[in-house]
Every structure is written in structure tokens, then in C-alpha cells.
């Protein structure tokens, strides 16, 4: 492989990264659930601005974990791994981020996952989805490598798996060919295969001046309505004041009519409270056993409801 001296998510990297197909395009090439190989096309093309996943939580502790991880990783295995970029000098269009390679060239991903995942890859082994979604990264780093083994390591604050992953020539050879019908795509400005569930429609042609003219008379009404509400808000506010001193008026009443105005009242019965009642009458019960029934959150209506209306 060809060691690339450059420093991770620097501009100089990220360039270096889009000029390629890397180990982590791999699961989208192959069939991931997270993004298509369309929407990786359009980034690489500068079509569509890259998802901005500084915010993800799960990334974000991916990132703060890593060295981490690493260290764990190293002193587990009795080894050191040091982080770097490479191509492939078989297929230099393949290229790999490596958390980690040891001295003798095997790659090491790092993996941050939730205590959720992590128990899941630990009941299930490679069968888990955490091992399938990741095999093909790992399996694209171990080509750009040359090694015949890597290693996917999971970690959850002081739990870990360590999976050490043997090398799949059959498998690498499918990840090739994808990337280089991909890549095809990127020279040509050909567009892969669409996924009409996934991806975005772009008008083209004709449609795509169909499509400026509703999108204008559309825009034109949206702010018409928008105006409309914005009036609408004052004279809501006046009516529910109005309502207010009709059902003053009324006193005990229910029932009201006159002048083309006719309100009614009814008073809402309160709904039994069984988590309490539950509690109550049935022993051994814990508060914490009634969470996995809990519905969703809602907004609730008051005691009161009026209506006013025209006879």
C-alpha cells in the first residue's frame, strides 16, 4: 500500500478522500441502510453538500472514543497501532482511513457503538448486524492493506468485542467491481441506479419546466396564506375573549341561543388514572414495569369545550 501523509478531516484530507472510493464508501456500494450510492455520487460530484453530522451524537462520541478505543485495543492485544490514510497499490481508486495498523500491516476499525448495539453484537457474533454493516469497510481496508486478516473492535465504555475478520478475496472482488462502475459513474456524470424510496427526484427537460411553474404559483399562494394567518391570529384572539364572556353570562347554564349565536358547555369527565390504581391494587408492581406501555406524548384539552356556531 501507499502511506498518504496527511492529517485526518483537514481540507487537504477531504479532497484526498473525494478523489477515491475509501473503505467507509464501501457499505454504501454494497447496500447500506444509512445513504445511497446516488446521494455518495452527488456528493463527489458537488452536486449535493455532504450531511453535516458534526451535531450526531453518535458520531460525535465515535470521535471523542477513538483513542480511547485505541489504547484499549493495543494494550488487549499486546500491540501498536498507528492511524493512517493509504491507497491501494493494486487499484490506487481504493483507498482506507485506518483507526488504527499494526506493525505488521493489519488494519484495526474502531467502532463506538450504543449499549444497545454492542449487546446485540455480542449475542449474535457476525451474524449481528453491527458485523454485516461493517464487513465490507473492513474487508476494503484489508485489500488497500494487503494483509490477510483485519480486526472490527466495538466499544461501550468498559465492555468490548473484538472480531478479528479473515480476508474474503470473493467479497473484496465485488467491492472492486462496484467501485470501478462507480467511479465510471463519476467520470462520465453517468447517474447510478436511483432508489425511488431513498432518493431525491430532480426534474430534467421538459419536467423540469413544469416544474418552475408550480413551483412559482405554488410559492406565490404559500405567502398569500401566510399572510392570511398572520391576520387570522388577532381576531382568533378576540373570539376566545368573546367566548369567555358568553360563558360568563351564562352562569350554570349549558345551553345558550340568541341573535344567531347559540354556545354549549359540557364539562369533560376526568379519566381514571391506572397506573395508580394499578399500583394500588395489585402488589409486587414497580413504577418502572409500566414503561414499556407508556404512549406517546399528546396535548390534552382543557375541562371546557365551546362551541359557537350559526342556527
Not at 376566545?240 to 349565536?261: D, I, N
Not at 391506572?274 to 382543557?302: C, H, M, V, W
Amino acid at each position: 500500500m501507499k502511506v498518504i501523509d496527511l492529517k485526518q478531516r483537514t481540507p487537504e484530507w477531504h479532497v484526498w478522500r473525494n478523489a477515491g472510493v475509501t473503505a467507509s464508501d464501501a457499505p454504501i456500494l454494497m447496500g447500506s441502510p444509512y445513504k445511497t450510492p446516488w446521494r455518495l455520487w452527488g456528493e463527489k460530484r458537488g452536486l449535493l453538500l455532504p450531511e453535516d453530522l458534526s451535531g450526531n451524537p453518535h458520531v460525535r462520541r465515535g470521535i471523542w472514543e477513538e483513542p480511547d478505543a485505541r489504547r484499549r485495543f493495543e494494550e488487549r492485544h499486546d500491540v501498536m497501532l498507528l492511524p493512517v490514510c493509504a491507497e491501494s497499490d493494486v487499484e490506487p481508486l481504493l483507498r482506507a482511513l485506518f483507526d488504527g495498523i499494526t506493525d505488521d500491516g493489519v488494519p484495526v476499525e474502531l467502532k463506538a457503538p450504543t449499549e444497545e448495539n454492542l449487546r446485540e453484537a455480542k449475542a449474535n457474533g457476525t451474524q449481528s448486524e453491527m458485523y454485516r454493516r461493517h464487513k465490507p469497510q473492513v474487508q476494503a481496508q484489508i485489500f488497500v492493506s494487503g494483509a490477510d486478516k483485519g480486526f472490527l473492535s466495538l466499544k461501550w465504555r468498559n465492555d468490548f468485542v473484538d472480531w478479528e475478520v479473515p480476508r474474503d478475496d470473493a467479497f473484496i472482488s465485488q467491492i472492486i467491481e462496484a467501485a470501478r462502475a462507480f467511479w465510471e459513474c463519476i467520470l462520465t456524470a453517468k447517474e447510478p441506479p436511483l432508489d425511488m424510496g431513498r432518493d431525491m427526484y430532480v426534474p430534467a427537460g421538459e419536467a423540469l419546466d413544469a416544474w418552475l411553474k408550480l413551483a412559482a404559483e405554488y410559492r406565490q399562494l404559500d405567502e398569500k396564506l401566510a399572510s392570511y394567518l398572520a391576520e387570522a391570529k388577532p381576531i382568533e384572539k378576540k373570539m376566545a375573549e368573546l367566548e369567555k364572556r358568553f360563558l360568563s353570562m351564562m352562569g350554570e347554564f349549558t345551553l345558550a341561543e340568541s341573535s344567531g349565536v347559540r354556545v354549549s358547555r359540557y364539562l369533560q369527565r376526568g379519566s381514571i388514572d391506572y397506573k395508580a390504581a394499578l399500583l394500588k391494587l395489585q402488589t409486587g408492581i414497580q413504577e418502572g414495569d409500566l414503561e414499556p406501555f407508556r404512549r406517546n406524548p399528546s396535548e390534552q384539552d382543557g375541562p371546557f369545550a365551546i362551541r359557537v356556531g350559526h342556527p
